[in-house]
C-alpha cells in the first residue's frame, strides 16, 4: 500500500525527485479545475514554479523530523510524502483528505512524515518549529525542526522574536524563505527596505545562505550544510530561496499587478526544466521518458481526483471532534 512514508523514498534519486516535481506541477494545475467546477470552498494558494524548494527539502530532512509551513503548502505536503489523494481529498473536503477534510487548503497535516499543520496566519508556524526544536534539544535527540515561509513573513514580529531566541538557545532549527517577490498583491520593493533576506539573520548572529530556489540540486546542498549544522548542535540557519510563483496570490487573483514579461523570464528558468535538462543532457533520462512521466503521472492525478470525488465529505456528527474549550 503506498503511504506518506513510503513515498518519501521516492526522492533518494534525482529521477524520483524530478517525478515528484512533476506531480506536485500536475496536481496544482488541477486544483484550478475543482476550483472552478466548484468542488472546493474557502481559498488556494498554488506554489507553482516554486516545486524545487519543497522536493529539495523534504530530500534531505528524515521522516521524524518536524515541518512547519504557511497556506501556500500543498507542495510541501506533497513532497515530504503526502498522496494527491490525501492533499486534493483535503482541499475539497472530503474524508480521505489528509485531515479528514475538515481543515482544507490551508491546513494540511501528516504527522507521519513530520508534517505539521499548515498555518493560514503569517509568520505563525515559525514559533511552532522553535518550539519543537527546543523540544528535541531537551530531549537530546537529533531531530531538527524546519520552517518554510514568504518573503512578507519576513517583516512580522513572530519572525524577528523566534530567530532571536533560536539563536541564543542555539536550537535545531532551520528557516527557509521563498522569497517569490510578493506578499498578497505587493511587490517586494514596496514593503521591504533590502533585497536579500538572508542578511536578516546578521541581527542575531546567524548562520545564513541564499540559494538559487529553481534549482533543486542548490537546495539540497543548502539544506544539508544547515541540518547538518544544527544536527551537530551548531544550532539555526536563515536560508532565503529565490523563487517565483506563477499564479496569482490566491484562487481569484490574476496578478494584474505584475510587471510585464516578469513572469515570462522566470518560466525561462523553470524548476522542472532546469531538473529533466540536467538528467537528458547526462543521458539518464530522454525525451521519450520524460513525455511518459508526465502522461503516466497525468493518469495518476485524474484517478486521484475520481477517488476524492467518490469520497464522502465528515458526517456532521463528527463537528465537535478535535475541539476543545474550557468548561
Ligand atoms: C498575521 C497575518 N497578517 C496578514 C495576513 C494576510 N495575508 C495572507 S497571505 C499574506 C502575504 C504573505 O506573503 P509572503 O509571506 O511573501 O508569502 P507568499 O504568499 O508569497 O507565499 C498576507 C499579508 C495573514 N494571513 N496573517
Ligand atoms: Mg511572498
Redesign the pocket.
Known amino acids: 500500500m503506498v503511504t506518506s512514508l513510503s513515498r518519501r523514498g521516492q526522492l533518494n534519486t534525482e529521477v524520483g525527485r524530478l517525478e515528484r516535481m512533476l506531480e506536485i506541477r500536475a496536481v496544482e494545475e488541477s486544483i484550478q479545475t475543482l476550483y472552478n467546477d466548484g468542488h472546493v470552498r474557502g481559498s488556494t494558494?498554488l506554489?507553482n514554479g516554486q516545486e524545487a524548494v519543497s522536493v529539495g527539502i523534504a530530500s534531505v530532512l528524515r521522516p521524524t523530523d518536524v515541518v512547519t509551513c504557511?497556506?501556500?503548502g500543498h507542495a510541501a505536503a506533497l513532497a515530504l510524502g503526502v498522496t494527491p489523494e490525501g492533499v486534493l481529498g483535503e482541499i475539497c473536503g472530503r474524508v480521505i483528505g489528509c485531515s479528514g477534510g475538515i481543515g482544507g487548503s490551508m491546513h494540511l497535516m501528516d504527522a507521519s512524515v513530520g508534517l505539521m499543520p499548515t498555518f493560514?496566519?503569517?509568520?505563525?508556524g515559525l514559533p511552532v518549529a522553535a518550539g519543537v526544536a527546543l523540544a528535541a534539544k531537551l530531549k537530546n535527540n537529533d531531530s531538527v525542526a524546519l520552517t518554510i515561509?514568504?518573503?512578507?513573513?519576513?517583516n512580522?514580529g513572530a519572525f524577528h522574536e523566534t530567530l532571536n531566541m533560536a539563536s541564543i538557545f542555539k536550537l535545531p532549527v532551520i528557516f527557509v524563505i521563498?522569497?517569490?517577490l510578493?506578499?498578497?498583491y505587493t511587490r517586494i520593493n514596496l514593503s521591504t527596505p533590502i533585497v536579500d533576506l538572508a542578511d536578516r539573520a546578521d541581527s542575531y548572529a546567524m548562520r545564513k545562505e541564499i540559494v538559487d530556489g529553481q534549482d533543486v540540486d542548490a537546495v539540497i546542498s543548502a539544506i544539508e550544510s544547515a541540518v547538518d549544522f544544527a544536527r551537530a548542535g551548531n544550532g539555526p540557519s536563515l536560508i532565503e530561496a529565490k523563487t517565483y510563483?506563477y499564479s496569482g496570490?490566491s484562487r481569484s487573483d490574476p496578478a494584474t499587478y505584475r510587471t510585464p514579461g516578469e513572469l515570462d523570464e522566470w518560466k525561462k528558468r523553470d524548476p522542472l526544466d532546469i531538473a529533466a535538462n540536467k538528467l537528458i543532457s547526462k543521458g539518464a533520462l530522454s525525451e521519450a521518458d520524460l513525455e511518459k512521466m508526465k502522461s503516466d503521472i497525468a493518469d495518476r492525478v485524474t484517478e486521484a481526483i475520481k477517488t476524492v470525488l467518490a469520497s464522502d465529505g465528515p458526517e456532521l456528527s463528527t463537528l465537535m471532534q478535535h475541539v476543545s474549550a474550557k468548561g
Open positions: 494558494h506554489a504557511t497556506y501556500r493560514a496566519i503569517v509568520g505563525a515561509f514568504g518573503d512578507g513573513s519576513t512580522i521563498e522569497n517569490n510578493y506578499g498578497e510563483r496570490h
